[in-house]
């Protein structure tokens, strides 16, 4: 039987999230249901309730970075137990009957199935997301959460910190790579912390100082102003691998050329235009500009390990459900160091 979960949702895009009950699909032989104790606020949340990237299906519980305690197993489940402390990224299936389907790359195929605001594989179920008490997902799609990490400051793991540690992954940081961050925020701040214990370089590049004495602490070398105009020219040719987590327009040619040759600008944030590049920002230093979409779900165990071994987790301010359109509007004003974080105990 359907199981009754209480959230909030939004109904609308002009109108706040509020209080809804909805049914979560019967649990399947091959399924985890996951009592949630804490969920993570994403920049992306705001955009799918707020229907800015035009895809929005309502009601829609948003969610996607969610630290629980399995509560029930199926009976194909063999990973994971009732009790075992449990995470959810930002997807619960994807496509497996694509002729392409990557294990190691789901994030990318077409068949992806988002935690929220997307359709079960069904074809007319719902999906919704974190801001509940509870969701059932396919085992294949749960991590397991180290030991040693509290579940709060853990759960913006599930996407600020894949989404961070992908990239620096696949393009190999580490010990006499230079990496720069551009933004330090719920994104960069995760990327400072994983990239100095992969052992890279760390600069930030920030708008403003306001948050430097909290970089050179998570563990960049280098802060620098991009208010500043002599930064680019004091940094030009100076990354091996630049990593933009902001959303807003910047001068993309400026932060090309910071590049060294063969050096790659990855795009984490989706800005609103089309991103104007000149081609002379990339030919003569044989740069790149790539794009990250978070991670997969071996990816995402994997940079959960890491992260248990060295200890890393989001620096967080903890809030209740109430209080979640207010975080929303502060999220946009950048009024959070570093990421809220929901305590669903605040739903009953």
Same mark, same amino acid.
């Given at each position: 039987m359907p199981t009754i979960a209480k959230g909030y949702a939004a109904t609308d895009a002009s109108k706040?999230?509020?209080?809804?009950?909805?049914?979560?699909?019967?649990?399947?032989?091959?399924?985890v249901v996951i009592e949630i104790k804490y969920v993570g606020i994403c920049h992306t949340d705001i955009h799918s309730a707020r229907n800015e990237w035009k895809n929005a299906v309502y009601p829609m519980v948003p969610g996607h970075e969610i630290a629980g305690v399995v509560t029930a197993v199926g009976s194909e489940v063999r990973k994971f137990k009732? =009790?075992?402390?449990?995470?959810? /990224?930002?997807?619960?299936? &994807?496509?497996? *009957?694509?002729?392409?389907?990557?294990?190691?790359?789901e994030q990318y195929m077409p068949g992806l199935v988002l935690t929220y605001n997307a359709v079960e594989a069904d074809g007319k179920?719902?999906?919704q997301g974190g801001y509940s008490d509870h969701i059932v997902v396919k085992e294949g799609y749960v991590?397991?959460?180290?030991?040693?990490?509290?579940?709060?400051?853990?759960?913006?793991?599930?996407?600020?910190?894949?989404?961070?540690y992908s990239p620096l992954r696949h393009w190999?940081?580490?010990?006499?790579?230079?990496?720069?961050?551009?933004?330090? =925020?719920?994104?960069?701040?995760? /990327?400072?912390?994983?990239? &100095?214990?992969? *052992?890279?370089?760390?600069t930030v590049l920030s708008q403003s100082l306001s948050k430097k004495e909290d970089g050179l602490k998570l563990g960049a070398k280098e802060?620098?102003?991009?208010?500043?105009?002599?930064?680019?020219?004091?940094?030009?040719r100076s990354f091996d691998l630049v990593l933009c987590t902001v959303s807003a327009e910047i001068d993309w040619n400026a932060y090309l050329?910071?590049?060294?040759?063969?050096?790659?600008?990855?795009?984490?944030?989706v800005p609103e235009h089309a991103i104007p590049v000149h081609a002379f920002s990339l030919i003569p230093a044989r740069r790149s500009l790539a794009g990250s979409l978070i991670g997969s779900i071996k990816e995402t165990q994997e940079m959960l390990d890491f992260c248990g071994k060295h200890r890393i987790v989001s620096e967080i301010e903890k809030i209740k459900?109430?209080?979640?359109?207010?975080?929303?509007?502060?999220?946009?004003?950048s009024d959070v160091r570093y990421r809220f974080v929901i305590d669903m105990a605040s739903l009953a």
């Open positions: 706040p999230l509020s209080p809804f009950t909805f049914e979560r699909r019967d649990p399947n032989p091959e399924d009732v =009790g075992d402390r449990v995470g959810v /990224g930002c997807f619960v299936d &994807s496509c497996v *009957g694509c002729a392409s389907r990557d294990l190691d790359n179920t719902a999906t991590l397991s959460i180290p030991d040693n990490l509290p579940l709060d400051a853990a759960a913006p793991l599930l996407c600020a910190g894949v989404t961070l190999h940081a580490g010990p006499g790579k230079k990496v720069a961050i551009i933004g330090m =925020g719920g994104l960069g701040h995760m /990327g400072v912390k994983l990239g &100095s214990a992969m *052992g890279a370089d760390i802060y620098y102003a991009t208010s500043d105009a002599t930064t680019f020219e004091k940094l030009a050329n910071l590049l060294k040759v063969d050096g790659t600008m990855v795009l984490l944030g459900i109430q209080e979640v359109n207010e975080a929303f509007d502060r999220v946009l004003k």
